[in-house]
DNA sequence: CCGGTGACCCGAG
DNA sequence: GCTCGGGCCACCG
């Protein structure tokens, strides 16, 4: 049981529709204040065969973060939320008070 | 073993 | 709004 198992068991509960920040997935696997590995751990996953929707992770700004080394993966993100229902503001945003995950 | 590298975050100015 | 700086720590060469 790694640290990124714990965090990808984490993104697997958010449920469609919804979204979580990195610092959300930190805290609900008990990694406060280290949000920066809950991005190296999406980094690491496997876009095209994994099960876990990455996409319903994004910034604390609400923003989706951008990174050359993404690849267009990020445009993928985009598309993907808003198939869920999401509706992204004119700048790109997503609004997290109505939008983001509580979990019970 | 060591150091560079991040899909991050928050507070200060 | 903005820019900086510090904290975080697993991974990889």
């Given at each position: 049981m790694s640290t990124y198992d714990i965090i990808?068991?984490?993104?697997r509960?958010?449920?469609v529709g919804k979204v979580a920040t990195y610092g959300?997935?930190?805290?609900?696997?008990n990694l406060a204040g280290k949000a920066r590995l809950?991005?190296?751990?999406?980094?690491?996953?496997d876009i095209q065969s994994s099960d876990i929707p990455w996409h319903r992770v994004i910034n604390a700004k609400g923003e989706i973060s951008h990174s050359t080394l993404r690849q267009g993966t990020d445009y993928l993100q985009k598309t993907l939320l808003e198939e869920e229902?999401?509706?992204l503001t004119s700048d790109g945003k997503i609004k997290l008070?109505?939008?983001?995950w509580q979990p019970s």
């Open positions: 990808y068991d984490i993104v509960q958010i449920p959300q997935v930190a805290e609900l696997a809950v991005g190296y751990a999406l980094y690491r996953v229902g999401i509706i008070s109505q939008y983001q």
